[in-house]
């Protein structure tokens, strides 16, 4: 196989070595796969002056040319997706299957948002003759992103497309754990031939860069994703400056299993999807609320196929669930586990680390948790899944919205009746109903409460990276 990427930092349209680099780690041996390049100071200054460079030139971009220039890196993300997936297994343990339709996702968020650039109409408003309202939509400026390690294309593609379609500049600071997905971003934008400093990449000290960065005057939007308490961070830190946000914060999420759904089919479905990433997706199911009529053979189902989760090195054909991407994710799954089970919840599968190097836990389900464990309130991000019965709808719809966040949500019915109350009643930015798939490039993705601000893809997406400009022009 070919060598993990010689990782650097990606500045004013070139590529630069650093003094100081840290360990990428292998989640599935523990070995070092690569090292991770440290930005200094006076690399985030180099970025700030280059992305103002790049911003005064790319602004000035026409919408058609800046769209070439993002479908054409979005066709060589595609073309290169054998080596990028790799590396991405490595350095965050997804089997290569699902590293590969995270390639594929990416560009199709970037081939989207290059649509967006084309469409992005202002509009006339009628007036009084001799005069013209005009409503322009232009880019913002820099944008300063923070993208996470659970996606490591996919999630820093999403922040890069936005920005690029809309003709801002944007320093990503990418994650410091999987920082592969992001190199192979700027790499391809490099070869689509990006003007210089429209795109810089960067890795550090997270707090020491937000801190540094999101201060400065060229940065005028903030674009993070990540979890809730360091979101609230960085929103507080944006304040101060009185900057905008684009907040994609926590999730957890709840499935509602109605009396009339298909219920042996949705547990399936339930535990292949829990099982996506090892559990590490803002919008991962994870509180699972089937009607007491359906409850036994939801569960049943649910538990034999979350046992029979294939769990190994991601680079192995047959593995259907990786490690989880960290150490923390093993220590949170322990915690969360233990204080259920002390608390009275009852342990259906999994629930133990296997011996061996590597972050692994298995899928392990939970069922009738009391609502003082602390998973019912704490993001897992992890294999872990609660199966609870109810007695109604209106009981599931009350314990989906009782917690502080309102990402993703699901519900299994084949009553259209239900599907309106779900639709009216569950706090949540993205509902899906007999399918656990939140969103894709075309449709608007985002929070509510506490799982943030404002939406990417869609035709939303690329808003936020705009200003309203209303231009009055009497003639003369
Ligand atoms: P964490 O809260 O320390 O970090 C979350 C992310 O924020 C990481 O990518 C990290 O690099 C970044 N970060 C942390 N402090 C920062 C700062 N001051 N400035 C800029 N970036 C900063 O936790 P973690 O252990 O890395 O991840 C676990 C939690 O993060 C999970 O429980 C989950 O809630 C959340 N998370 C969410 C997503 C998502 O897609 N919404 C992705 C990854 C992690």
């Known amino acids: 196989m070919h060598d993990y990427p010689d990782l650097q930092l990606y500045i004013g349209g070139a590529w630069r070595k650093t003094g100081e680099t840290l360990r990428v780690i292998n989640p599935a041996t523990e070995e070092e ?15 700030l002056e280059a992305a103002a460079k790049g911003f005064s030139v790319w602004r000035r971009t026409a919408p058609m040319e800046r769209a070439r220039i993002i479908r054409a890196a979005a066709a060589l993300l595609r073309e290169r997706i054998g080596t ?12 290569l299957q699902q590293a590969r339709l995270e390639v594929i996702r990416g560009a199709e968020f970037f081939e989207w948002d290059a649509g967006e650039a084309e469409r992005l109409y202002g509009r006339v408003i009628p007036s009084e003759p001799g005069i013209r309202y005009i409503v322009h939509h232009q ?38 754990e999987t920082p592969a997905g992001a190199w192979h971003i700027a790499r391809a934008f490099h070869d689509a031939g ?29 674009a993070f994703t990540g979890s ?12 101060r400056h009185a900057k905008p946000v684009l907040m994609e914060l926590g999730g957890h999420a709840p499935v509602i299993i109605c009396e009339d759904a298909d219920a042996q089919k949705a547990g399936v479905v339930s535990a292949i999807r829990k099982a996506r990433n090892a559990g590490q997706v803002c919008t991962s199911p994870t509180r699972f609320f089937a009607h007491e009529n359906v409850f036994g053979a939801y569960r049943d189902a649910f538990v034999a196929r979350a046992m029979a989760v294939k769990v190994g090195n991601g680079l192995a054909p047959e593995t259907e669930m990786g490690p989880t991407a960290n150490h923390r994710r093993v220590e949170a799954m322990e915690m969360l586990v233990a204080d259920a089970l002390a608390k009275g919840a009852k342990l259906l599968c999994g629930g133990k ?34 199966i609870n019965p109810v007695r109604s709808l209106d009981e599931a719809i009350a314990r989906a919205n009782s917690v502080p966040y309102g990402l993703a949500a699901y519900a299994f019915t084949s009553s259209a009746a239900n599907v309106d109350r779900i639709t009216d009643e569950v706090e949540a930015g993205n509902v899906s109903i007999n399918t656990l798939e939140a969103s894709v490039a075309a449709t608007p993705f985002g929070g509510v409460k506490e799982s943030g601000f404002g939406r990417e893809g869609g035709a939303e997406g690329i808003l936020h990276y705009t200003v309203v400009k209303t231009v009055s022009h009497r003639m003369e």
């Open 353 to 386: 680390r296997p011996k061996g190097p590597g972050y692994f836990y298995p899928v392990t389900v939970l069922s009738e948790v009391p609502d003082d464990a602390r998973v019912m309130q704490e993001e897992p991000f992890g294999p872990l899944a609660v």
């Open 33 to 47: 796969t690569g090292r991770l390049p440290v930005a200094a100071t006076a690399d985030l200054d180099d970025a």
């Open 194 to 222: 990006l003007p210089a400093g429209v795109l810089n990449l960067v890795f550090g000290v997270p707090a020491q860069i937000s801190e540094y960065l999101i201060p400065k005057p060229q940065v005028r939007l903030v």
């Open 139 to 176: 880019p913002i400026g820099t944008v300063a992103a923070f993208s996470p390690w659970n996606f490591p294309l996919s999630q820093p593609a999403r922040k890069v497309a936005g920005a690029l379609a809309s003709g801002c500049s944007i320093i990503l600071k990418a994650a410091e």
């Open 84 to 95: 990028i997936a790799a590396d991405i297994t490595r350095e965050h343990g997804k089997p």
């Open 228 to 239: 809730t308490v360091v979101g609230k961070h960085l929103t507080g830190i944006a304040a």
